[in-house]
């Protein structure tokens, strides 16, 4: 991540996440950089559902967007929106549900080129879901990372198995996504080798959205990546 903006917060805030309105800037980072997208925020309109206290927000500013939305009724940081322009960062404090129509309004379809949420999973607000309301803000072959959140369980395959159906879902609104070339396996150092921050099942479609495991990640999470259909 040399040059990323990641690097530039661990520099000038010392411990990790000091500059960062939270430390999911980092785990947006890391979602942008194992997928091969870091270069597809600069430019772009982005769209950040659940965005509070903004920590994806200050990471899509750092990488250049033109502007984003950063959608959420709670605040987001003061210091973060001290520091950038408004014109680039503008909190919506609004529910998605409530925003979606007020950004039609605005003549904004189709105009989104990133979408992030980063929001906590239940079954009512689905992110998945409120993805698929979204899609008409959305142009086409948007870039959209997801996150999954709290599974019941603990081991990996209960994890897999509750968050199935949103997978599932994603795959079919997001079916394409750049696929990175497997790491070499290193031999282990310890009897229990780090995890991988990322893992592609043999069941995989090559090129659908990627089910990602990032160091970032809580153990019952999981970020989702992948590029809007036509």
Request: aromatic content about 4%; some cysteine; proline content about 9%.
């Amino acid at each position: 991540l040399r040059g990323e903006p990641e690097c530039a917060l661990h520099a000038a805030g010392g411990a990790a996440g000091d500059a960062a309105a939270s430390r999911a800037f980092f785990k947006l980072g890391e979602a942008l950089a194992r997928t091969g997208e870091t270069g597809a925020v600069r430019g772009a309109c982005a769209l950040d559902v659940g965005a509070a206290p903004g920590g994806w927000s200050q990471n899509l500013v750092a990488r250049g967007a033109r502007e984003v939305l950063a959608v959420d009724p709670a605040p987001l940081d003061a210091a973060l929106l001290a520091a950038v322009d408004p014109a680039r960062l503008r909190h919506v404090a609004l529910t998605i549900q409530a925003a979606v129509p007020r950004l039609l309004a605005e003549g904004r379809a189709r105009g989104v080129g990133v979408y992030v949420c980063d929001m906590v999973y239940q079954p009512e607000t689905c992110p998945v879901a409120v993805l698929k309301a979204c899609r008409t803000l959305l142009a086409p072959r948007a870039l959209c990372i997801v996150t999954l959140k709290g599974a019941p369980g603990h081991s990996p395959a209960s994890v897999e198995r509750a968050f199935a159906p949103p997978v599932a879902a994603f795959r079919a609104l997001c079916p394409d996504a750049k696929v990175p070339a497997r790491p070499r396996a290193a031999a282990p150092r310890s009897p229990r080798p780090p995890r991988r921050s990322w893992v592609m099942r043999a069941g995989d479609a090559r090129g659908a959205g990627q089910v990602l495991h990032l160091l970032a990640n809580r153990e019952r999470e999981r970020t989702l990546v992948g590029r809007l259909a036509d």
